[in-house]
Nanobody
Framework: VQLQASGGGLVQAGGSLRLSCVAS????????MGWFRQAPGKEREFVAA????????YYADSAKGRFTISRDKGKNTMYLQINSLKPEDTAVYYC???????????????????WGQGTLVTVSS
């Protein structure tokens, strides 16, 4: 399984970005795909996730409102739209995949088996 994240960059506060994650090597729908982020000097934190088979979406409380997760199921691609970017959104954003997820596991990075390389989002004030 390989995950390729892209779409990061340097953006001014108040701007928007859409991150993409393309998954390859997944042979069925029984998995979840999630976005995490890690800011400098901080722990990796959950942002949002899909339970791929159902299309149900899950968000961190801190992500509700400005972050929107979406997908193109046929392309095995997941997106993260981030609006009204703030300097505190500066982080490396990772996509990850988890086999046979239960809902609670989607929120925790330790349960994800597969990780992309990350894409850096830098928000200037």
């Amino acid at each position: 399984v390989q995950l390729q994240a892209s779409g990061g960059g340097l953006v001014q506060a108040g701007g928007s970005l859409r991150l993409s994650c393309v998954a390859s090597g997944l042979t069925d729908d029984n998995y979840g795909m999630g976005w995490f982020r890690q800011a400098p000097g901080k722990e990796r934190e959950f942002v949002a996730a899909y339970k791929w088979s159902s299309g149900n979406k899950y968000y961190a409380d801190s992500a509700k409102g400005r972050f929107t997760i979406s997908r193109d199921k046929g392309k095995n691609t997941m997106y993260l739209q981030i609006n009204s970017l703030k300097p505190e959104d500066t982080a490396v954003y990772y996509c990850a995949a988890i086999r046979s997820p239960i809902v609670s596991s989607l929120y925790q990075s330790l349960y994800y088996q597969y990780w992309g390389q990350g894409t850096l989002v830098t928000v200037s004030s």
